[in-house]
């Protein structure tokens, strides 16, 4: 069993930038790969970066690559999403979830899951 906490969402201005955290419990994280969701209002939640079990392996929907950097510790039981350059359309409740092994783009795949944080971009 893995329980989610994501943190440092905010409303910040276009084109400033935001770190989330997402704290992961117990003492397997290594185990699982980890990815980053959101859900803008009135839209389904959609993909946005995914990282492997170690952290050397990442991938990034086209919507964000170039302004997105997932990473994660392991020793803290952490990942983070880097978000630079932010653009309005990037305002949305950002979701961390977990799954053993193999990363994926897919919401089914996930295991676990965080309760979200907020990002509101202005204008």
């Known amino acids: 069993q893995v329980q989610l906490v994501e943190s440092g969402g905010g409303l910040v201005q276009a084109g400033g930038s935001l770190r989330l955290s997402c704290a992961a419990s117990?003492?397997?994280?290594?185990?699982?790969?980890m990815g980053w969701f959101r859900q803008a209002p009135g839209k389904d939640r959609e993909y946005v970066a995914r990282?492997?079990?170690?952290?050397?392996?990442?991938y990034y929907a086209d919507s964000v690559k170039g302004r997105f950097t997932i990473s994660r510790d392991n020793a803290k039981n952490t990942v983070y999403l880097q978000m630079s350059s932010l653009k309005p359309e990037d305002t949305a409740v950002y979701y961390c979830?977990?799954?053993?092994?193999?990363?994926?783009?897919?919401?089914?795949?996930?295991?676990?899951w965080g309760q979200g944080t907020q990002v509101t971009v202005s204008v």
């Open positions: 990282i492997n079990r170690s952290g050397e392996i990442t």
């Open positions: 979830a977990a799954r053993r092994d193999i990363s994926s783009t897919l919401q089914s795949d996930y295991n676990y």
């Open positions: 117990g003492r397997t994280f290594s185990m699982y790969a």
